[in-house]
C-alpha cells in the first residue's frame, strides 16, 4: 500500500512540475520580444496592431538583422496582426475592415508595408523567410523612412489620429490612415 502511494505522490508531483513548466513557456510576457498592443482612434476606425517587440541589443538593424529587400514579420516571434474595426484609406489605399497580418519591406530609401489575409501563422517560415502567402496579399503600400531624433531600444508601433508610426533604433516609419 505506501508503494502505491509513493508512486501516486510521484507521478502527482511530476505532473505539478511539467504542466507548471508548460505555463511558463506560454507566458509570452516572459519571451526576449515581449507581446505589444498599439491602439487608437483614426476618425471612426479603432486600430489594433499587436506584435511582438524586440530590443536592438547593440545589433545593426536594419540592412543587416532585417535584410533590405525582403520581407520581414514586423516585429519578432508570430506575424505581426493589424486589425481594423472600419474601413480606413492607407496611403489614399481602401483597406475593408478586418484583421492582417503586416509585413514590411524594408529599403534604405522606401519602406514597403503590406497587408495580408492569412492571419494566425508563425512569422517565420523553417528557411527564415517571412511566413506568408503573397496571393493573400490585400494591400501595399510604399512610403518614406526617416532617421528619429531619438533611437528607440525596442520596435514600438504607436497609433495616432493620422495613422501610425513604426520606430525602431534609429528608423521612424509614419504610415497615413484617413
Not at 500500500?1 to 510521484?10: E, S
Not at 545589433?59 to 535584410?67: A, D, Q, S, T
Not at 495580408?116 to 518614406?144: C, H, M, W, Y
Amino acid at each position: 500500500m505506501k508503494k502505491v502511494k509513493l508512486v501516486t505522490i510521484g507521478t502527482l508531483l511530476v505532473g505539478i512540475l511539467l504542466s507548471t513548466a508548460a505555463m511558463a513557456q506560454k507566458d509570452k510576457s516572459q519571451r526576449p520580444s515581449p507581446p505589444e498592443v498599439a491602439t487608437g482612434k483614426i476618425g471612426k476606425a479603432t486600430v489594433t496592431i499587436d506584435y511582438s517587440s524586440p530590443s536592438v541589443k547593440g545589433r545593426k538593424i536594419f540592412g543587416e538583422l532585417v535584410p533590405y529587400g525582403k520581407a520581414w514579420r514586423a516585429g519578432a516571434n508570430e506575424a505581426t496582426v493589424f486589425q481594423t474595426d472600419s474601413e480606413i484609406k492607407v496611403e489614399g489605399k481602401t483597406l475593408a475592415a478586418g484583421k492582417y497580418s503586416l509585413f514590411i519591406v524594408p529599403g534604405e530609401n522606401e519602406w514597403e508595408f503590406i497587408f495580408n489575409s492569412q492571419t494566425g501563422q508563425g512569422g517565420i517560415t523553417r528557411n527564415g523567410e517571412a511566413n506568408f502567402d503573397p496571393a493573400k496579399n490585400i494591400l501595399s503600400v510604399k512610403v518614406k523612412p526617416s532617421k528619429s531624433n531619438k533611437a528607440s531600444e525596442r520596435l514600438v508601433y504607436a497609433v495616432n489620429n493620422k495613422g501610425f508610426v513604426f520606430r525602431w533604433d534609429t528608423a521612424e516609419v509614419p504610415v497615413s490612415i484617413k
